[in-house]
């Protein structure tokens, strides 16, 4: 378990119009961070434009859209603002990924494959090693003694502020088992 206090994670979410692999993604979050906090985390979070993924090759489905207004307009405002390509944020975001981290989302169905299928999309491969990929839910599914710290500030179904609550319970989870080991 402590070899893992070496290594660099990033906690991945995604906010999408679909669930399948080849949804439309509207914002990628993501936070580079280590298992002890002390250095500095990283985040990438950008909002992507709709309109701007090849036709035919994303998913799009009317029982997400149905989801996304149910939720608070702040929310939905936040989800549909983007302006960016989203060839350029896959570019940007291979960039910004840190070598040899390990990807960590929130069910290992959903957001990796779903970046993971955006880049093979346009034909370029992702930023991760496909050995270094973890699912937060089965971890913490494992441990449901651990709660979910409290983070003040930050708003549901936002791809970063997702990412935040998530990284802050999976420290929580490793730092419950490294003192369990001791």
């Known amino acids: 378990m402590k070899h893992l206090l070496d290594k660099t994670f990033v906690m991945l979410d995604v906010e999408t119009l679909s669930t399948r692999s080849n949804a439309k993604i509207l914002s990628i979050g993501a936070l580079a961070f280590t298992i002890p906090v002390g250095g500095e985390d990283l985040t990438f979070y950008k909002r992507i434009d709709p309109n701007s993924y090849k036709p035919n090759d994303f ?50 169905d959903f957001d990796i494959p779903i970046v993971q299928t955006a880049y093979e ?36 179904h936002n791809a970063i502020d997702d990412c935040i609550i998530q990284t802050s319970h999976f420290r929580a989870i490793i730092n419950h088992l490294l003192l369990k080991g001791n």
């Open 121 to 156: 999309i346009y034909y370029t491969k992702a930023p991760w090693n496909y050995r270094n990929k973890l699912c937060y839910r089965t971890l913490k599914n494992l441990f449901p003694e651990v709660e979910v710290p409290t983070v003040q500030g930050v708003t549901k």
């Open 59 to 108: 998913h799009s489905s009317q029982e997400t859209l149905d989801w996304w207004n149910t939720q608070p307009e702040e929310v939905r405002q936040e989800a549909f603002g983007g302006h960016l390509y989203i060839l350029d944020v896959l570019f940007d975001f291979y960039d910004w990924f840190p070598k040899d981290a390990i990807v960590i989302s929130n069910g290992a």
